[in-house]
């Protein structure tokens, strides 16, 4: 027995409005066109389906059972539609976002929880690196997104700004610059720092700062 989709959703659409003709117009289909489906779909099982009346048409016992088996199929076609519907959104699926030290432990958790609470079927897995290896991995399809500091060259990335993360200075109370509610850079140079690994755009970033002062 050879049934496609199509011919059950002509069926069950039958069914619904109580007639071919109302199944047909639901189905999007010419009246003859229509009775022709449901005449091979008879022939094709080996017992009538609808029992014709001047008024409509109601199901046989076999029609019953097509009916029953056909609707659980058809919602089933549909929650596929629906899925991967999403999925060409971009509403469903996996994404792999790095992040800097900064971003991880400062404002990034909060924006996230914000997102998949509106994005429920998006699974996030993210993964602390530096700003300039996070470039890197994005270039290298690793990651489809990653969270640095502007001070990276992003190469031919695109830099969307997501949060201000200002830099502070903390010194012990004793020292002069404690007194100082407003520090100038270049009042620091003298001053021995606690700086990032050599490595970190954000310390690339601070030295640069540092040459011209």
Sequence with gaps: MRLDLADLRLFIAIVDTGSITGGAANAHLALAS??????????EI??????????????TEAGEVLARHARPLLAQ?????????????GQRG?????????AMSAFLPGKLAAWMAAHPAVQIETE???????VSC????????????????????????????????IVLPARPLA??????????????LVALYQTSALQ??????????
């Design 34 to 43: 229509a009775s022709e489906r449901l005449r091979k779909m008879e022939a």
């Design 46 to 59: 080996g017992v009538p389906l609808l029992h014709r009346h001047a008024r409509g048409v109601t199901m």
């Design 77 to 89: 076609q549909q929650r596929l539609r629906q899925a991967m519907h999403a999925f060409a959104c």
């Design 94 to 102: 996996t994404l792999r976002l790095f992040a800097n030290t900064s």
């Design 128 to 134: 602390e690196r530096t700003s300039a290896d996070i």
């Design 138 to 169: 994005i270039l290298a399809g690793v990651a489809q997104a990653g969270v640095v500091s502007d001070a990276v060259d992003p190469g031919p990335l695109r830099l969307d700004p997501v949060a201000d993360d200002p830099l502070v200075l």
């Design 179 to 192: 007194e100082k509610e407003e520090v100038a850079f270049a009042a620091v140079l003298n001053e021995p």
């Design 204 to 213: 690339q970033h601070i030295e640069q700062h540092a040459a011209r002062s």
